[in-house]
């Protein structure tokens, strides 16, 4: 009894953030979500009911910044981490040169994500002056010019999903070079004497010894994907509705900071949205994970 209590004192400061950073405002983004007319000024409203939840699933510019998010988490979610995983592997084989390869992956993660989508920007964006480098290598091949900046939609999706891998890759690819390097030499060492193929290694030991990181790095990349904002924005400004490439966090900001601010229970409605679809995915992937993540 005694050693229970000392357990809750040393997690009563966590307990307490917790509460008034996490719970408290969960609790309160509820509430401002069922408050129908909420006037922030005069702190008033004039019902309660489920209004703002069917005011944004009618509002079209919610509706473009689901689908531009649930693109954006199908595509960059695999892409990126099948990536991570083919590099990862490949560093692991290599000797020679190994730590500057491993540097050289990880600078765009400490890079300013402004600054790299500023880049990505003239890269891909065709102006009066110049069709930018993209569209030249793509004249090399005799491909069309395409303004992925300002033209068609699916040109700035691609921009985006690019932009997004590339600005998520180099995490993944730490945290995969690690499991890697930790996987125990005796299995490959048991597989070696075998005769064991090296494709069925990979499959049959490889993947399952670091199949936690991957679960680890899939449900993060699925978070982080639907929290995407700047990434956007570094891309194709602040107006992000005009360019229909807004995501439902550019969605709440724009309810509460941006040109059509000063909504706040439309905002808490779309925050508990993407509060509901984050927890029912990580349920989801819970449950995959009993089945195929070893431990």
């Not at 005769?195 to 049959?204: A, I, L, Q």
């Not at 680890?216 to 929290?227: D, M, N």
Request: charged share 10%; glycine share 8%.
């Amino acid at each position: 009894m005694e050693n229970n209590g000392k357990a809750w004192l040393y997690l009563l400061p966590a307990l307490v953030l917790l509460g008034v950073f996490m719970i408290y405002p969960l609790i309160d983004v509820c509430v401002y979500s069922v408050e129908e007319g909420y006037n922030s000024a005069s702190q008033t409203y004039f019902g309660v009911g489920t209004y703002n939840y069917s005011y944004i699933l009618h509002d079209p510019y919610f509706l473009q910044a689901l689908k531009n998010t649930l693109i954006l988490v199908v595509i960059t979610v695999p892409v990126s981490t099948g990536l991570a995983l083919f590099i990862s592997f490949g560093l692991t084989s290599i000797r020679k040169l190994r730590d500057l390869f491993q540097t050289i992956y990880f600078l765009p993660y400490v890079t300013n994500t402004l600054a790299v989508g500023l880049v990505f920007m003239i890269l891909f964006k065709k102006t009066a002056y110049t069709d930018g480098m993209v569209n030249l290598l793509l004249s090399w091949f005799g491909g069309p010019s395409v303004d992925f900046i300002d033209g068609p939609y699916w040109a700035k999706m691609f921009v985006l999903c690019f932009y997004t891998v590339w600005i998520v890759l180099p995490f993944k690819i730490l945290i995969l070079t690690s499991a890697l390097s930790s996987v125990n030499e005796v299995y490959y060492s048991a597989a070696k004497v075998d005769g064991t193929p090296k494709g069925r290694v990979f499959w049959r030991i490889t993947l399952p010894m670091i199949s936690p990181m991957i679960f680890y790095l899939v449900i993060t990349g699925f978070i982080g994907a639907f929290k995407a904002y700047s990434d956007a924005v570094a891309l194709f400004g602040t107006n992000l509705n005009a360019a229909e490439m807004n995501t439902i966090v550019g969605y709440i900001y724009d309810m509460l900071y941006g040109d059509s601010g000063g909504y706040p229970s439309y905002a808490s409605a779309a925050a508990i949205v993407l509060f509901v679809i984050v927890l029912t995915i990580t349920c989801i992937n819970l449950s995959v994970s009993k089945k195929h993540v070893y431990y």
